[in-house]
Protein backbone atom coordinates (compact mmCIF):
# COMPACT_ATOMS: atom_id res chain seq x y z
CA UNK A 1 0.00 0.00 0.00
CA UNK A 2 1.38 3.14 -0.61
CA UNK A 3 0.07 4.84 2.89
CA UNK A 4 2.44 5.78 5.32
CA UNK A 5 1.41 3.57 8.63
CA UNK A 6 3.05 4.78 11.48
CA UNK A 7 2.74 4.27 14.91
CA UNK A 8 -0.14 6.54 15.43
CA UNK A 9 -2.31 4.98 12.12
CA UNK A 10 -5.07 2.90 14.59
CA UNK A 11 -5.63 6.07 16.62
CA UNK A 12 -5.68 8.53 13.40
CA UNK A 13 -8.43 6.21 11.88
CA UNK A 14 -10.11 5.79 15.40
CA UNK A 15 -10.35 9.76 15.65
CA UNK A 16 -10.99 10.78 11.96
CA UNK A 17 -14.00 8.30 12.03
CA UNK A 18 -15.25 9.56 15.49
CA UNK A 19 -15.09 12.83 14.38
CA UNK A 20 -17.51 12.38 11.16
CA UNK A 21 -19.87 10.20 13.40
CA UNK A 22 -23.29 11.10 12.00
CA UNK A 23 -25.81 13.21 14.30
CA UNK A 24 -22.08 15.29 15.47
CA UNK A 25 -19.88 17.99 13.98
CA UNK A 26 -17.09 20.29 14.62
CA UNK A 27 -17.18 24.03 16.41
CA UNK A 28 -14.09 26.17 14.80
CA UNK A 29 -13.06 28.14 17.43
CA UNK A 30 -9.69 28.90 15.91
CA UNK A 31 -9.94 32.38 15.15
CA UNK A 32 -6.50 34.09 15.39
CA UNK A 33 -6.36 37.04 17.85
CA UNK A 34 -6.94 39.61 14.92
CA UNK A 35 -9.90 37.89 13.90
CA UNK A 36 -11.61 37.33 16.91
CA UNK A 37 -10.73 40.57 17.89
CA UNK A 38 -13.04 42.14 14.43
CA UNK A 39 -15.85 39.57 16.29
CA UNK A 40 -15.20 41.17 19.37
CA UNK A 41 -15.35 45.00 18.02
CA UNK A 42 -18.55 44.08 16.43
CA UNK A 43 -20.16 44.10 19.71
CA UNK A 44 -18.13 46.69 21.60
CA UNK A 45 -16.04 43.78 23.55
CA UNK A 46 -12.23 44.97 23.85
CA UNK A 47 -9.97 42.69 22.43
CA UNK A 48 -8.19 41.04 25.49
CA UNK A 49 -7.41 38.06 26.62
CA UNK A 50 -9.64 37.81 29.15
CA UNK A 51 -12.56 38.24 27.23
CA UNK A 52 -11.29 36.04 24.50
CA UNK A 53 -11.65 33.85 27.33
CA UNK A 54 -14.93 34.55 28.54
CA UNK A 55 -16.68 34.03 25.07
CA UNK A 56 -14.41 30.54 24.22
CA UNK A 57 -15.85 29.55 27.92
CA UNK A 58 -19.39 30.59 26.98
CA UNK A 59 -19.28 28.21 24.41
CA UNK A 60 -17.50 25.10 25.70
CA UNK A 61 -19.81 24.70 28.96
CA UNK A 62 -23.00 25.95 27.03
CA UNK A 63 -25.54 23.25 28.74
CA UNK A 64 -26.90 20.24 26.69
CA UNK A 65 -24.75 21.36 23.82
CA UNK A 66 -21.58 19.40 23.40
CA UNK A 67 -23.30 16.21 22.57
CA UNK A 68 -24.00 17.77 19.61
CA UNK A 69 -20.19 17.91 19.12
CA UNK A 70 -17.19 15.76 18.24
CA UNK A 71 -14.06 18.39 17.64
CA UNK A 72 -13.57 21.66 18.50
CA UNK A 73 -10.72 23.83 16.85
CA UNK A 74 -8.79 25.99 18.75
CA UNK A 75 -6.48 28.61 18.30
CA UNK A 76 -3.08 28.15 20.41
CA UNK A 77 -3.65 31.01 23.08
CA UNK A 78 -7.27 28.62 23.42
CA UNK A 79 -5.82 25.22 23.97
CA UNK A 80 -3.81 26.06 27.07
CA UNK A 81 -6.58 28.49 28.47
CA UNK A 82 -8.66 27.03 31.50
CA UNK A 83 -12.38 28.00 32.77
CA UNK A 84 -13.06 30.85 35.49
CA UNK A 85 -12.74 27.96 37.62
CA UNK A 86 -8.94 26.60 36.74
CA UNK A 87 -9.96 23.91 34.42
CA UNK A 88 -8.04 23.68 31.15
CA UNK A 89 -10.54 23.72 28.33
CA UNK A 90 -9.27 20.48 26.95
CA UNK A 91 -10.09 18.71 29.97
CA UNK A 92 -13.68 20.19 29.71
CA UNK A 93 -13.93 18.75 26.12
CA UNK A 94 -12.41 15.72 26.48
CA UNK A 95 -14.61 14.98 29.50
CA UNK A 96 -17.79 15.58 27.34
CA UNK A 97 -16.40 13.56 24.81
CA UNK A 98 -14.94 15.87 22.43
CA UNK A 99 -11.95 15.97 21.01
CA UNK A 100 -9.39 19.47 21.23
CA UNK A 101 -7.99 20.22 17.57
CA UNK A 102 -5.68 22.85 17.00
CA UNK A 103 -5.17 25.09 14.07
CA UNK A 104 -1.35 24.97 12.91
CA UNK A 105 -1.35 27.09 9.46
CA UNK A 106 0.29 30.57 9.87
CA UNK A 107 -2.11 32.25 7.31
CA UNK A 108 -1.55 32.89 2.91
CA UNK A 109 1.07 34.89 1.16
CA UNK A 110 0.47 36.24 -2.24
CA UNK A 111 1.93 33.96 -4.82
CA UNK A 112 4.00 36.14 -6.95
CA UNK A 113 2.92 36.44 -10.72
CA UNK A 114 -0.82 35.61 -10.32
CA UNK A 115 -3.93 37.94 -10.43
CA UNK A 116 -3.68 37.89 -6.09
CA UNK A 117 -3.81 34.03 -5.51
CA UNK A 118 -2.45 32.77 -2.53
CA UNK A 119 -0.77 29.91 -0.75
CA UNK A 120 -0.40 29.10 3.05
CA UNK A 121 2.45 29.62 5.64
CA UNK A 122 3.37 27.71 8.75
CA UNK A 123 5.78 24.93 7.78
CA UNK A 124 8.66 25.96 9.75
CA UNK A 125 8.95 23.77 12.94
CA UNK A 126 5.06 21.85 12.23
CA UNK A 127 5.97 18.44 13.15
CA UNK A 128 7.59 19.80 16.55
CA UNK A 129 4.61 22.37 16.90
CA UNK A 130 2.29 19.18 15.87
CA UNK A 131 4.17 17.23 18.57
CA UNK A 132 3.68 19.94 21.10
CA UNK A 133 0.10 20.21 20.54
CA UNK A 134 -0.52 16.50 20.81
CA UNK A 135 0.91 16.33 24.15
CA UNK A 136 -1.05 19.32 25.40
CA UNK A 137 -4.00 17.14 24.19
CA UNK A 138 -4.81 18.09 20.84
CA UNK A 139 -6.02 14.59 18.26
CA UNK A 140 -6.95 16.53 15.14
CA UNK A 141 -5.42 19.95 13.14
CA UNK A 142 -6.34 22.60 10.53
CA UNK A 143 -4.56 24.07 7.83
CA UNK A 144 -6.47 26.16 5.14
CA UNK A 145 -5.56 26.75 1.71
CA UNK A 146 -7.54 29.58 0.00
CA UNK A 147 -8.66 29.51 -3.96
CA UNK A 148 -10.62 32.06 -5.81
CA UNK A 149 -12.47 31.94 -8.92
CA UNK A 150 -11.92 34.58 -11.53
CA UNK A 151 -11.35 34.41 -15.53
CA UNK A 152 -8.31 32.61 -15.38
CA UNK A 153 -8.79 31.49 -11.53
CA UNK A 154 -8.09 29.45 -9.78
CA UNK A 155 -4.51 28.91 -11.94
CA UNK A 156 -3.03 25.71 -12.21
CA UNK A 157 -0.17 27.12 -10.01
CA UNK A 158 -2.16 27.96 -7.60
CA UNK A 159 -3.81 24.45 -7.47
CA UNK A 160 -1.15 22.44 -7.34
CA UNK A 161 0.85 24.61 -4.35
CA UNK A 162 -2.09 24.59 -2.38
CA UNK A 163 -2.89 20.96 -3.26
CA UNK A 164 1.37 20.16 -2.47
CA UNK A 165 1.26 22.03 0.67
CA UNK A 166 -2.12 20.52 2.23
CA UNK A 167 -0.26 17.16 1.21
CA UNK A 168 2.61 18.00 3.24
CA UNK A 169 0.98 19.30 6.15
CA UNK A 170 -1.30 16.25 6.42
CA UNK A 171 1.73 13.84 6.51
CA UNK A 172 3.29 15.78 9.07
CA UNK A 173 0.64 15.93 10.99
CA UNK A 174 -0.11 11.95 10.80
CA UNK A 175 3.23 11.48 11.90
CA UNK A 176 2.68 13.26 15.07
CA UNK A 177 -0.49 11.75 15.92
CA UNK A 178 -2.95 14.45 14.76
CA UNK A 179 -5.89 14.02 12.13
CA UNK A 180 -5.33 16.45 9.59
CA UNK A 181 -8.38 18.06 8.31
CA UNK A 182 -7.68 19.42 4.78
CA UNK A 183 -9.06 22.57 3.90
CA UNK A 184 -9.22 23.91 0.48
CA UNK A 185 -11.67 26.93 0.17
CA UNK A 186 -12.55 28.49 -2.69
CA UNK A 187 -13.86 31.67 -1.84
CA UNK A 188 -17.35 32.75 -2.79
CA UNK A 189 -16.57 36.25 -4.10
CA UNK A 190 -17.70 36.63 -7.56
CA UNK A 191 -20.44 36.57 -10.36
CA UNK A 192 -19.93 33.27 -10.78
CA UNK A 193 -22.49 30.71 -11.60
CA UNK A 194 -22.91 27.47 -9.67
CA UNK A 195 -21.98 25.25 -12.93
CA UNK A 196 -18.14 27.46 -13.05
CA UNK A 197 -18.10 26.78 -8.74
CA UNK A 198 -18.56 23.09 -9.46
CA UNK A 199 -15.99 22.84 -11.97
CA UNK A 200 -13.16 24.82 -10.44
CA UNK A 201 -14.37 22.65 -6.89
CA UNK A 202 -13.50 19.51 -8.49
CA UNK A 203 -10.42 20.66 -10.36
CA UNK A 204 -9.23 21.11 -7.00
CA UNK A 205 -10.31 18.58 -4.89
CA UNK A 206 -8.93 16.29 -7.59
CA UNK A 207 -5.75 17.59 -7.32
CA UNK A 208 -5.92 17.90 -3.59
CA UNK A 209 -6.51 13.83 -3.44
CA UNK A 210 -3.03 13.34 -5.97
CA UNK A 211 -1.10 15.50 -3.93
CA UNK A 212 -2.33 13.60 -0.65
CA UNK A 213 -1.71 10.04 -2.73
CA UNK A 214 1.61 11.10 -4.30
CA UNK A 215 2.62 12.11 -0.50
CA UNK A 216 1.28 9.14 1.11
CA UNK A 217 -1.48 10.19 3.64
CA UNK A 218 -3.30 7.96 5.55
CA UNK A 219 -6.83 8.82 3.48
CA UNK A 220 -8.77 7.38 6.64
CA UNK A 221 -7.11 9.00 9.13
CA UNK A 222 -8.10 12.13 7.78
CA UNK A 223 -11.12 14.24 7.30
CA UNK A 224 -11.90 17.10 4.01
CA UNK A 225 -13.56 20.95 5.14
CA UNK A 226 -14.72 21.78 1.62
CA UNK A 227 -16.34 24.98 0.92
CA UNK A 228 -19.80 23.87 -0.63
CA UNK A 229 -20.64 24.24 -4.21
CA UNK A 230 -22.54 27.72 -4.63
CA UNK A 231 -23.20 30.62 -6.84
CA UNK A 232 -20.16 33.50 -6.30
CA UNK A 233 -21.52 35.79 -4.30
CA UNK A 234 -22.71 38.71 -6.58
CA UNK A 235 -24.79 36.06 -8.51
CA UNK A 236 -28.33 35.49 -7.72
CA UNK A 237 -29.38 32.62 -5.24
CA UNK A 238 -29.91 29.31 -6.13
CA UNK A 239 -32.35 27.04 -4.08
CA UNK A 240 -30.77 24.63 -1.23
CA UNK A 241 -31.64 21.30 -3.52
CA UNK A 242 -29.58 22.57 -6.43
CA UNK A 243 -26.68 23.17 -4.03
CA UNK A 244 -26.79 20.16 -2.43
CA UNK A 245 -27.19 18.39 -5.97
CA UNK A 246 -24.03 20.21 -7.38
CA UNK A 247 -22.08 19.75 -3.86
CA UNK A 248 -22.69 15.81 -3.30
CA UNK A 249 -21.91 15.23 -7.37
CA UNK A 250 -18.61 17.26 -6.91
CA UNK A 251 -17.68 14.97 -4.22
CA UNK A 252 -18.66 11.68 -5.53
CA UNK A 253 -16.25 12.57 -8.43
CA UNK A 254 -13.50 12.85 -6.01
CA UNK A 255 -13.40 11.99 -2.95
CA UNK A 256 -12.10 8.87 -1.91
CA UNK A 257 -14.80 6.73 -0.12
CA UNK A 258 -11.50 5.73 2.02
CA UNK A 259 -12.27 9.09 3.39
CA UNK A 260 -15.00 9.10 6.34
CA UNK A 261 -16.14 12.41 6.83
CA UNK A 262 -17.02 15.66 4.72
CA UNK A 263 -17.12 18.30 7.18
CA UNK A 264 -18.00 21.93 5.37
CA UNK A 265 -17.14 25.55 6.26
CA UNK A 266 -19.69 28.15 5.92
CA UNK A 267 -18.05 30.76 3.60
CA UNK A 268 -20.03 33.48 4.71
CA UNK A 269 -23.44 31.85 4.41
CA UNK A 270 -26.38 32.93 7.26
CA UNK A 271 -26.70 30.35 9.90
CA UNK A 272 -30.10 29.28 8.59
CA UNK A 273 -28.32 28.97 5.24
CA UNK A 274 -25.43 26.91 6.43
CA UNK A 275 -27.72 24.23 7.94
CA UNK A 276 -30.18 24.67 5.26
CA UNK A 277 -27.92 23.38 2.28
CA UNK A 278 -26.15 20.67 4.77
CA UNK A 279 -29.56 19.04 5.84
CA UNK A 280 -30.59 19.36 1.96
CA UNK A 281 -27.47 17.35 1.07
CA UNK A 282 -27.93 14.60 3.56
CA UNK A 283 -31.82 14.18 2.68
CA UNK A 284 -30.47 13.18 -1.35
CA UNK A 285 -30.93 9.79 -2.27
CA UNK A 286 -27.63 8.76 -3.99
CA UNK A 287 -24.79 6.69 -2.51
CA UNK A 288 -22.70 8.93 0.02
CA UNK A 289 -20.02 6.74 1.53
CA UNK A 290 -18.61 9.73 3.65
CA UNK A 291 -20.91 11.39 6.71
CA UNK A 292 -21.65 15.23 5.44
CA UNK A 293 -21.00 17.08 8.55
CA UNK A 294 -20.34 20.81 9.59
CA UNK A 295 -17.31 22.33 10.72
CA UNK A 296 -18.48 25.66 11.39
CA UNK A 297 -16.85 29.10 12.85
CA UNK A 298 -19.58 32.21 12.22
CA UNK A 299 -22.04 29.63 11.60
CA UNK A 300 -22.17 28.57 14.76
CA UNK A 301 -21.80 31.42 16.73
CA UNK A 302 -22.15 34.64 15.22
CA UNK A 303 -26.11 35.29 16.75
CA UNK A 304 -24.99 33.72 20.20
CA UNK A 305 -21.89 36.50 20.17
CA UNK A 306 -24.75 39.44 19.30
CA UNK A 307 -26.88 37.55 22.46
CA UNK A 308 -24.14 37.46 24.65
CA UNK A 309 -22.82 41.21 23.91
CA UNK A 310 -20.00 41.17 26.59
CA UNK A 311 -22.37 41.13 29.19
CA UNK A 312 -22.30 38.13 32.43
CA UNK A 313 -26.18 38.84 32.46
CA UNK A 314 -26.58 37.46 28.58
CA UNK A 315 -24.39 34.34 29.23
CA UNK A 316 -27.33 32.01 29.68
CA UNK A 317 -29.53 33.25 26.99
CA UNK A 318 -26.36 33.45 24.53
CA UNK A 319 -25.76 29.81 25.58
CA UNK A 320 -29.41 28.39 24.68
CA UNK A 321 -29.16 30.53 21.00
CA UNK A 322 -25.34 28.01 20.76
CA UNK A 323 -27.08 25.07 21.64
CA UNK A 324 -29.89 25.69 19.84
CA UNK A 325 -27.31 26.17 16.38
CA UNK A 326 -25.52 22.78 17.76
CA UNK A 327 -29.01 20.81 17.61
CA UNK A 328 -29.81 22.13 14.28
CA UNK A 329 -26.83 21.17 12.43
CA UNK A 330 -26.43 18.07 14.21
CA UNK A 331 -30.06 17.25 12.86
CA UNK A 332 -29.02 18.39 9.33
CA UNK A 333 -26.37 15.75 9.90
CA UNK A 334 -29.02 13.55 9.74
CA UNK A 335 -31.19 15.03 7.34
CA UNK A 336 -33.68 15.98 9.94
CA UNK A 337 -33.91 19.61 10.77
CA UNK A 338 -37.32 21.18 10.38
CA UNK A 339 -35.95 24.76 10.24
CA UNK A 340 -37.05 25.49 13.66
CA UNK A 341 -34.11 27.58 14.25
CA UNK A 342 -34.73 30.06 11.32
CA UNK A 343 -35.66 33.94 11.33
CA UNK A 344 -33.84 36.68 13.77
CA UNK A 345 -30.25 36.57 13.81
CA UNK A 346 -29.52 33.46 12.29
CA UNK A 347 -30.86 34.47 8.96
CA UNK A 348 -28.37 37.07 8.48
CA UNK A 349 -25.81 37.33 6.14
CA UNK A 350 -22.09 36.57 7.94
CA UNK A 351 -20.20 37.42 4.14
CA UNK A 352 -16.87 39.00 4.13
CA UNK A 353 -15.25 39.43 0.81
CA UNK A 354 -11.81 38.02 0.68
CA UNK A 355 -12.18 36.58 3.96
CA UNK A 356 -9.28 35.77 6.70
CA UNK A 357 -8.94 34.43 9.75
Known sequence: MSAFVGKYADELIKNAKYIATPGKGILAADESTGTIGKRLSSINVEN?????????????????????????????????????????????????????????????VDLAGTNGETTTQGFDGLGARCAAFYKAGARFAKWRAVLKIGVTEPSELSIQQNAQGLARYAIICQENGLVPIVEPEILTDGS??????????????????????????????TLLKPNMVTPGSDSPKVTPEEIAEYTVTTLRRTVPAAVPGVVFLSGGQSEEEATVNLNAMNKLDVLKPWTLSFSFGRALQASTLKTWGGKKENVAAAQANFLARCK??????????????????????????????
Open 48 to 108: IESNRQALRELLFTAPNALPYLSGVILFEETLYQKTADGKPFVDVLLEANVLPGIKVDKGV
Open 192 to 221: HDIKKCAYASEMVLAAVYKALNEQHVLLEG
Open 328 to 357: ANSDATLGKYGGDGAGGLASESLYVKGYKY
